[in-house]
């Protein structure tokens, strides 16, 4: 006969957690880690902004040496405090930093924080556009390219990615310009607007400084396409740059997506190619654009300066080259420091955007 043994049992209270898995990760917990990222990033870019600049020397002798008798200079540098040992001279920016004051500019004595405003949504318009033409070059194509993969069209949306990307800034600005403003004469060759738009987009009550916002606030749809003529060129010039990233990213995760069971099931059931294409690898293509946005938002922000400059577009980037060229370092640290939070922000966004659509993203 044989022994009964009895075999220890585990209580289910003792055994529970070690069999207890996580169905996904927490939002929650993802957002405010990669929030708190935030400061320490913002921290790190300032602090190498101002140390970099202060390779040059003091910012009063590197804007004015020359230009004002040595003891003018040395009052002034006294006045602005630059005569101070260099870390005491840090840690009082960045408290002013922490409460909003920039400090003036050295060349024309505006307040850092004014000219910060006044230009940045200019920048942001320029931004925004760019970032709408990219995204309806380089989705489109990009689908295109997968669904005709190893076809002329496929080639042709290859070898017009690399040019998007490889072509300089200011090269397509500049060519852009010679072709549809001065030989077609179609467009405007620079600005945001013709002078009487300027004028009344800044003269409406509580303006966003976004002209065609302003314009469709108002209600005045001359001024609105007048604003859209001008914004053409330089949108599609720095556009151009993101579309080509845009569409080899959506080449290669719709060919990777079409290649998936799913799909060749979906295929076998007699499902139309084209909805194939639009609801089943339309979205998993979007993923990785959503999760690279943050860093094309930093290119264009880089674009920008080459830009604003060629089409005399006058946001932060034309006023940063302006601040360069005059080597007033204190404007520069101002707008280096509002890029360098811009950035910042928007990574987060991204970050949380991708996070909700993709759950893997979490953990």
């Known amino acids: ?48 902004v101002f140390f970099l ?40 920016y960045l408290g002013q930093i922490a409460t909003g004051n920039f400090g003036r500019t050295i060349s024309d004595n505006l307040l850092i ?14 931004v925004i556009n760019s970032l709408v033409v990219a995204l309806l070059i380089g989705i489109p194509c990009g689908m295109l390219a997968a ?12 070898v017009l990615a690399i040019c998007f990307y490889a072509t300089p800034v200011f090269f397509a600005g500049l060519l852009l310009k010679l072709v ?7 467009l405007p060759v620079a600005g945001r607007a013709f002078i009487t738009t300027d004028i009344a987009m800044t003269a409406l009550e509580a303006p966003t400084g976004i002209y065609w916002l302003d314009a469709l606030r ?34 290669t995760n719709v060919i990777g997506t079409l290649s998936k069971d799913y799909v060749e099931a979906g295929r076998s059931r007699g499902v139309s190619e084209y909805r194939l294409l639009s609801k089943h690898a339309f979205k998993p293509a979007l993923i990785p654009i959503i999760t690279v ?35 007033d370092f204190v ?20 970050d949380a955007i991708a996070a909700l659509i993709d759950p893997r993203v979490r953990y």
């Open 1 to 48: 006969m044989t022994a009964m043994i009895d075999l220890p049992v585990e209580e289910p209270s003792a055994r529970a957690p070690k069999s207890k898995k996580k169905s996904g990760g927490s939002l929650g917990k993802y957002l405010a880690i990669r929030f708190i990222l935030i400061f320490p990033t913002i921290f790190i870019l300032v602090t190498m």
């Open 218 to 251: 108002s209600g005045n749809m001359d001024a609105f396409w007048d604003v859209v003529q001008h914004s053409i060129l330089p949108a599609v010039t720095l556009g151009l740059l993101t579309a080509g990233i845009f569409l080899r990213l959506v080449r």
């Open 293 to 327: 946005m943050g860093l094309q938002i930093a290119l264009m922000l880089g674009g920008a300066v080459l830009t604003e400059t060629t089409f005399e577009w006058k946001g932060l980037g034309f006023q940063l080259a302006h601040y360069l060229t005059a080597r």
């Open 53 to 92: 600049m202060r390779l040059t020397g003091d910012p009063i002798t590197a804007a004015l040496g020359g230009r004002l008798p040595p003891d003018q200079l040395a009052i002034r540098i006294h006045e602005a405090g630059y005569d101070r040992p260099l870390f005491v001279q840090y840690f009082e």
């Open 180 to 186: 549809f403003a001065v030989w077609l004469g179609w």
């Open 147 to 158: 669904y005709k993969r190893d076809k002329w069209q496929d080639a042709i949306s290859r």
């Open 113 to 126: 924080s004014d000219m910060l405003a006044t230009y940045g949504t200019a920048t942001l318009e320029l």
């Open 331 to 350: 404007a520069v640290q101002g707008i280096v420091a509002l890029l360098a939070v811009i950035v910042a922000f928007t990574n987060f966004i991204v």
